[in-house]
């Protein structure tokens, strides 16, 4: 596998250019901003100006008007800026012609993104699927990116600029995105694989916009403080599953998968496919809002849409609204009131004060109780294969051997039982 850089050079200075709708809000576009400087800041990059320029249609040459693109060479030159960073999404000309006009290196959102997942991804799937997603894109904009990637020699894949060299790359780049699809085809069956082997625990995803505190959730629920987390915008990439104790007895698997963001490139969802499984597979989805953030209610439809692309609209979920610690009472009285108006359940939580992932807890808990109710049975005392069967997929709560039998109470998965009582198990408490 190709090993993946940054373009990013240490120490870049950026320009900010934002060029929303004239239709949205200047708070919001504002918002948009200040999100952009945050995944700059994650890629190590100082924000040393912003320009902002609502539009009615983007100008086809340059996206933003001609007037703003002598404005940006001013700045630029007092700045000494070497990067532009545009909160949309360009096409290959108007990056080039961008790049041509102010003499600078530009760049847009989703190749940000991308950037930030090549240098944040660390298992050997998740550089896959940020190679396999970072070829998808550059393959339409190679005759403008060869400038950049001659100065890392290479990267994603590819080897040697040079003009004359684009269709044998675009050739290469094909060849080299099947081969990482066959790759992650065979990932997705291990995985499968996997998940197969855990049969019968209950499973919950922690789903949600990226620096909501999925991972801090994750950390304090599993009491593992060698999960990582940190305050940036993409902290962590890989799906990270432990196991959780709720009770006694009471024991479930808990992932905390990819983070999502507002024009989250379609690649990466697509090159996530199989991590983002772990939430397919789940019994029950976390959906995790960070409610000290002002703009929660657009994060919150970011991630609806993102489950209901990946057909996961109709899979139980709870809303577990995080970061309380930050709100003053009233304002926390208020959420819980709106809250009551929402689709799904809600539960509040701070993962940072001592016993405030509590309420999460009880919850988890009793989602695990309702899908494994008690059961009364007996099996032949000969059937070891059974019993142990039964130990596995079950919680055994109560046992006693009796006339070559062995009667049972135990708490298991509903759709265990039918298979069960096919291979021999008699349920006596329905009879």
Same mark, same amino acid.
């Given at each position: ?22 239709? +949205? ?8 901003? #200040? ?11 100082? @924000? ?8 009615? %249609? ?24 070497? +990067? ?15 790049? #041509? ?181 789940? #019994? ?17 439809? &970011? ?16 809303? &577990? ?10 304002? *926390? ?15 509040? &939580? ?6 405030? *992932? ?16 008690? %059961? ?19 919680? @055994? ?35």
């Amino acid at each position: 596998m190709a090993e993946l850089h940054s373009v990013i050079e240490p120490r870049e200075r950026a320009i900010l250019v934002g060029a929303p709708p004239r239709s +949205l809000p200047l708070a919001v576009a504002e918002d948009h901003l #200040d999100e952009l400087a945050r995944l700059a800041d994650t890629a190590g990059v100082e @924000v040393v100006d912003r320009l902002l320029q609502r539009i009615d %249609r983007p100008h086809p040459k340059f996206y933003i008007g001609e007037g703003k693109v002598e404005e940006l060479k001013a700045r630029i030159a007092a700045h000494g800026a070497t +990067l532009l960073l545009f909160d949309e999404d360009l096409s290959p000309a108007q990056g080039k012609h961008l790049e #041509d006009a102010t003499g600078t290196r530009v760049m847009d959102r989703t190749e940000l993104i991308l950037d930030i997942f090549a240098t944040r991804a660390r298992t050997a799937e998740a550089q896959l699927q940020v190679e396999l997603a970072q070829l998808q894109y550059l393959r339409t904009r190679l005759t403008r990116m060869w400038a950049h990637l001659s100065r890392i020699r290479g990267g994603v894949g590819m080897r040697g600029p040079g003009e004359t060299q684009l269709e044998t790359d675009r050739r290469l780049i094909d060849r080299r995105i099947a081969r990482l699809r066959r790759e992650l085809v065979r990932v997705a069956q291990q995985r499968a694989t996997q998940r197969k082997a855990r049969r019968g625990l209950f499973r919950a995803a922690l789903v949600g916009y990226t620096n909501a505190g999925k991972s801090s959730i994750l950390r304090g629920l599993a009491g593992d403080p060698s999960i990582f987390v940190e305050d940036r915008l993409f902290a962590t990439l890989d799906a990270t599953t432990r196991a959780v104790e709720l009770g006694p007895g009471a024991r479930i698997l808990l992932t905390d998968t990819v983070g999502f963001i507002r024009k989250l490139p379609p690649h990466l969802v697509a090159s996530f496919r199989s991590t983002l499984d772990e939430a397919r597979e789940a #019994d029950l989805l976390l959906h995790v809002l960070d409610v000290s953030d002002p703009t929660w209610e657009e994060q919150k439809e &970011v991630v609806d849409q993102v489950l209901a692309d990946l057909g996961l609209d109709e899979r139980p979920r709870l809303l &577990v609204a995080n970061k309380i610690d930050r709100l003053d009472p009233q304002t *926390l009285a208020q959420w819980k009131h709106r809250a009551q108006s929402f689709a799904h359940p809600a539960v509040f &939580v701070s993962a940072r004060q001592p016993g405030g *992932l509590e309420p999460l807890r009880e919850a988890l808990h009793e989602a695990w109780a309702r899908q494994r109710p008690e %059961r009364e049975g007996v099996v032949p005392l000969a059937r070891g294969d059974l019993l142990a069967e039964l130990y596995r997929v079950g919680e @055994v709560l109560d046992r006693r051997d009796e006339d070559g039998m062995v009667r049972v109470r135990v708490r298991l998965p509903a759709a265990e039982q039918g298979r069960l009582e096919r291979h021999g198990v008699r349920w006596t408490d329905s009879e």
